[in-house]
């Protein structure tokens, strides 16, 4: 049982404390008698760095833990996306390292808050094990995130060129069960994806005009179509990864504004 939130600023500044206090009410409004544990991920000093604070016990103690870093709060941010996650423990013991967000790696270039179950994750785990990678925790979360690099690195070793988007459905592809999940990137700053099945997920978008919420779009995915293909620039064809391939059944719509300034 977990709840998930994220908060982005588009092009309008915000300091880091700010950020920091709307993710942790975003927390305080989701928080249950039972959840015992809880973190954020926020962007670094540098623009392509992510960091991640997270603890056991209440979100009090998440605060008293961000607290310990001294960080400067007064820094602007004209965009920015964060994460945020609170959770009762259930895969996973109750210990720090089975606390969200979790990392693809000690750089944190991929970070994901997620709700739901992964039925999958022991495959998952073995197969990027097999490749080199350390696991800290032992939930199945753990798997999304590695994933995501795994993929993302050796599409640029084999030339491909992809976008958040695309790399996100070629992870999606892979994880079986349910989740509602998002995630951020070193490597795509001031972005955000946000993707369910089968768990529940709200988008909120808020801007001074209705033609400022004009670029919002939802894809819903189908397995009786197939014509949703890679839009990347490749120096070969051929498939990213045996588990991950370039074609896939799918069907893509994508949604007029879905949410009108109030």
Do not use: W
Request: proline share 3%; net charge negative.
């Amino acid at each position: 049982m977990c709840g998930i939130f994220g908060y982005c600023n588009f092009l309008i500044e915000k300091t880091r404390g700010e950020i920091i206090d709307t993710l942790i009410e975003g927390l305080q409004a989701l928080e249950y008698k039972e959840y015992d544990s809880s973190g954020i991920s926020i962007q670094g000093d540098e623009l392509e760095s992510l960091n991640i604070y997270k603890q056991t016990g209440k979100i009090s103690s998440l605060k008293e833990e961000i607290d310990l870093y001294n960080l400067n709060k007064n820094l602007p941010f004209i965009s920015h996306c964060g994460i945020a996650h609170t959770r009762r423990a259930t895969h996973g013991g109750l210990r720090r390292a089975n606390c969200h967000p979790h990392n693809s790696d000690p750089s944190n270039e991929f970070v994901v808050v997620h709700n739901g179950v992964i039925t999958n994750f022991a495959n998952l785990k073995a197969l990027l094990m097999a490749k080199g990678y350390v696991f800290k925790s032992d939930t199945d979360t753990e798997c999304i995130p590695k994933l995501y690099k795994h993929i993302y690195d050796t599409s640029i070793e084999l030339g491909y060129n992809l976008d958040f988007h695309v790399l996100t459905n070629l992870v999606l592809k892979e994880l079986e069960g349910s989740y509602g999940l998002l995630c951020t990137s070193s490597h795509f700053p001031d972005e955000v994806v946000a993707a369910r099945k089968g768990s529940p997920l709200v988008i909120g978008v808020k801007g001074k005009t209705d033609m400022d919420v004009n670029f919002v779009e939802v894809e819903y995915l189908d397995q009786e179509e197939d014509y949703l293909k890679l839009n990347t620039q490749t120096k070969s064809s051929g498939n990213v990864l045996a588990a991950a391939p370039v074609k896939y059944n799918t069907c893509l719509r994508k949604s007029p504004p879905f949410v009108h300034n109030t």
